[in-house]
């Protein structure tokens, strides 16, 4: 099989692998936005607490202002998990529509690399708001811990992206060179 068919099918599947995740993530935020307006909802699963960081029985009995707060920040959270996916889903379209070594591929790798430190800061801004959620309506606060070596491999999954980019529209301009040349 011919290497530019095999990088189209690897972007085609990325391409639906993305959206797949992109629709997967977008329910779960739905479901999360409205988890403390459905009083006889209980998830059963751990994971739901780990995300919205706050119980279900906490969400279920803060006041109004705690509720928007708290959907609020859950909107926050699925928007910072749905920013890397439609960067994904922008690259594996790129490599589906031409070479590898395209500015479109490059622009994708570094959009993708933009996604990551976004995606840190709008958890953060949702950890915020949950807390002030917690803090308005009386619930138990939340305490913010800081874990570097989390830290650590997302700082070299972010380099490593860029570096990707940077070396993709450097590779992109000599192979435009060397067509002119020829």
Not at 58 to 79: C, D, E, F, P, Y
Request: proline share 4%; hydrophobic share 55%.
């Amino acid at each position: 099989m011919k290497p530019e068919i095999k990088i189209m099918r690897h972007g085609d599947h990325l391409s639906s692998l993305a959206s797949v995740g992109i629709a997967c993530v977008a329910i779960f935020g739905l479901l999360l936005v409205c988890m403390p307006y459905l009083p006889n909802w209980n998830p059963q699963a751990t994971s739901w607490a780990t995300i919205a960081k706050v119980e279900w029985e906490q969400a279920v009995r803060m006041n109004a202002a705690g509720k928007a707060w708290l959907s609020l920040a859950h909107a926050i959270w699925t928007l910072a998990y749905l920013l890397p996916l439609f960067a994904l889903r922008r690259l594996g379209r790129a490599l589906f529509r031409g070479e590898a070594l395209t500015p479109p591929v490059a622009k994708a790798f570094r959009w993708l690399a933009h996604s990551l430190p976004l995606n840190a800061l709008l958890c953060f801004i949702a950890g915020m708001f949950t807390g002030i959620a917690s803090e308005v309506s009386g619930v138990e606060a939340r305490t913010f811990t800081l874990d570097i070596g989390g830290f650590y491999i997302f700082l070299i999954a972010t380099l490593c992206l860029y570096s990707v980019a940077h070396l993709m529209r450097l590779a992109a301009e000599a192979a435009d060179d060397s067509r002119s040349i020829v």
